[in-house]
């Protein structure tokens, strides 16, 4: 593994994960030291939106205890190195809202496995960071939680043009690490939420295999969809996050893989000599931003030069992608979402005459619009007579859009094409018109309903000079292959080294 040595050219906040593990180690600064740095950078760029909650006494105690660790010998991988969450994953010692006024205040009684593998691997957490509500959206505009330093929701700024989106749903997350707020941070990816923001923030994120990562503690979206992954600068950065966040959780996720953890670091160097890429010529088609193109077009040149070989694939259900997600993930949100009523926790009316008035109020008040939205269209994709019509033909679908995915992977070792149609839009400007966001997902969601592993690597700048993000989806389990070619991009090229700030 090459880990830098520059760590005292370096701020503190440019360092990424490997080199400040390493500095913590060599004692060259404190876990407290980079607690503080990272708080302070925090609160000095909250105008950002990016983080909703920090808990400045949690995180030294943290600090504290994985400097007695490394004082002690007995650190782990991660020891020292801050990180954040998103706000979908459940944390004792932060609240978690999910973005939702539903879940305003709530605290939980209990990490999840997300967070408790991280620290176990000696990771401090910093905070909890913005995302659209319950994970639906693409621009992160559809939060309803005030950010740390605003008494009202206020926009998730892009780093790189404040006057922009960041994406979503994991827009704080990436924001995060595009402005040095945190060195990595974690991310939820259900229809594109950890490649498509991180595309726009000019960041690396890599959403693994459906299944690898445990969902238990991240409040569910749409279960047959949501994986977690990190966000960091690098391909070696998150590599080290994935290592502890991956593997089996039986006891507490059904649908976690009985497969065991593994070290994704392990061929980060390998050589890219004889890589058969796969070029989908339905991710080149009209609607492709010709910047987008160009530094795709750029990133997929280079690999030539690492010696890999581009092959023409088709992926013939690309479009048809839009419509199977927007049915399936709705279908289970609807179901997922009915466990906010009131009873349990989370938010409940004021005024009501009886139970059922109780759950309208209860649910009316705490749902923003495009969580009704997708509870509506849920609940009648699956209502009797229309589920064989709707819910039913995008099971099939998306079954076929699997099976695209292994004949080309016959053809190819991994694929390649860009992450989203554009860069990062204006904020506002897809108005209220939903089915501009949706369509916006189109290169993300083949992937997610197919559970294949996917990231996205900066390739450079686009429109507007916005960064721009290649991505590179793999068959099942092939992490190591992904981090291993992005990994040699980046050795090849300076993208990910750049920040607006
Ligand atoms: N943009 C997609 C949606 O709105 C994906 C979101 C996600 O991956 N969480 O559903």
Redesign the pocket.
Known sequence: MTTTTTTTTKALHDLGVAELAAGLRGRQFSAVDAARHFLARARAHQNLGAYVALNEDATLAQARAADARIAAGTAGALEGVPIAHKDIFVTRDFPSTAGSRMLAGYQSPFDATMVTRLAEAGAVTLGKLNC?EF????SNEKSAVAPVGFDAPAPVRNPWDTSRIPG???GGSAVAVAARLAPAVTG???????R?PASFCGITGIKPTYGRASRYGMIA??SS??QAGPMAHSAEDCALLLSAMCGPDPDRDSTSLDMPAEDFSRSLNDSLEGLRIGIPAEFFGEGLAPGVRAAVDAALKEYEKLGARLVPIRLPRTELSIPV??II?PAEASSNLSRFDGVKFGHRARNYTDLVDMYKKTRAEGFGD?VKR?IMIGTYVLSHGYYDAYYLQAQKIRRMIAGDFQNAFKECDLIAGPVAPTVAWKLGEHGNDPLA??L??IF??PA?LAGLPGMSVPAGFGEAGMPVGLQLIGNYFQEARLLNAAHRLQQATDFHLRSPL
């Open positions: 659209d994970a639906m959206g693409s979503g749903s994991s939820t990816d259900t229809g594109g939420s950890i498509q979206f749409a969809l949501d997600y927007y993930a495009e997708r966001d949706y916006a997902d993300t969601l997610s």
